[in-house]
């Protein structure tokens, strides 16, 4: 079998408004196991910076460790990417972005790389606000190691093994809630019409996003006990709403009545869109999340969109003031102003 991508394509495929087709976004060919829903998102990250124009080499893929963190390789084969240890990604994405604050941040990992061994970092990356799109393709299981539970998989749900999960699950959607984190989501893999536009967005946003993506396992965890099979999460989805991705170069428009949609300006004048909204929803309070994640889970449902946003968020740079340039590009001049400045600096402390 060849794991080789021919280069040959279409003279005429379609381009976005920077020139690039979708050819251009691609990775190499991913060697996931056939039908696995972490396949799919890669698809989903690649539409969206494709539909978003973005340049492939100002994004900087980052990972950890499982089926989750080998995805980068199938997604933006000519950005910047850098697979770190187990559970240790969070660090290595704050380093990057604390040192280069022009590129757009990915962080793939996955519920073990994330709510197990990374379950710590996760927590400081979230309330830090990094600027960045942190994805946890969560399927329940540990999918490279043979199926066992992962810290996320719902209390009596079975394996392949056929051993029911007698531990109470973590939810990294109410722990990102709770922590601060101000774009919150939860999506499923088989979704891509709900998917794409989230990725969208949270690209878009300033401050840390994260989106929970329920990711089926195909081979350790697609039994018909599990609760993260592909047939259990489309009987239990309930949408908080329709979400439109807006960017600001286009017109607004929408053809629901008055009173069933509502729109959120974010910072830089992309739009979000939510259509036929229910009526005690709101996408910016924090707390209406909260509780709603939690109904959801009483009633034995999964609940998917995006939670909440917090369109006047102020990342990690300006809450500590840093420089605007990267500090790749300060010169000897930036780095060392003088005695005159180091004397203000002294006073200053006297």
Not at 340 to 350: D, G, Q
Request: net charge negative.
């Amino acid at each position: 079998m060849s794991y080789l991508r021919p280069d040959f394509r279409h003279p005429n495929l379609p381009v976005n408004d920077i020139g690039f087709t979708k050819k251009d976004y691609e990775g190499s060919i991913s060697t996931l196991c056939a039908g696995c829903g972490h396949d799919s998102i890669s698809a989903g990250i690649i539409q969206a910076c494709y539909d978003l124009s973005i340049e492939p080499h100002r994004v900087a893929k980052l990972s950890g460790i499982g089926c989750s963190s080998k995805t980068p390789t199938y997604f933006l084969g000519n950005s910047h990417g850098f697979n770190s240890v187990h559970g240790r990604m969070p660090s290595v994405a704050t380093g990057a972005n604390l040192a280069n604050r022009d590129l757009i941040y990915i962080g793939v990992s996955g519920d073990g790389d994330t709510a197990s061994i990374g379950f710590g970092q996760f927590g400081h990356v979230v309330r830090r606000n990094l600027n960045m799109l942190y994805m946890v393709e969560n399927n329940g299981c540990y999918g490279l190691t043979k199926g066992q539970d992962s810290a996320t998989s719902d209390t009596g749900s079975q394996s392949k093994k056929g051993a029911a999960n007698p531990y109470e699950p973590i939810d990294l959607v109410s722990m990102a809630l709770q922590l601060g984190a101000t774009f919150v989501a939860r999506s499923f893999s088989g979704d891509k019409d709900q998917l794409i536009p989230l990725i969208k967005a949270a690209i878009a946003h300033s401050g840390f996003a994260f989106i929970d993506v329920i990711s089926p396992c195909v081979t350790f965890n697609n039994n018909p006990k599990s609760t993260k099979n592909y047939d259990y999460v489309r009987e239990h989805i309930e949408a908080t709403s329709t979400v439109d991705f807006v960017p600001m170069k286009q017109e607004i428009t929408t053809s629901y009545q008055q009173g069933s949609s509502t729109e959120v300006t974010m910072h830089d004048g992309s739009v979000l869109r939510f259509n036929k909204l229910k009526q005690d929803w709101d996408p910016q309070d924090r707390f209406s999340a909260m509780a709603a994640v939690n109904d959801a889970t009483q009633r034995g449902e999964i609940l998917t969109g995006l939670l909440y946003v917090d369109p006047q968020s102020q990342d990690l740079h300006e809450i500590i003031n840093t420089v605007r340039k990267p500090l790749n590009s300060l010169t000897e001049k930036d780095l060392c102003p003088g005695n005159v400045a180091l004397e203000k600096i002294n006073e200053s402390l006297r």
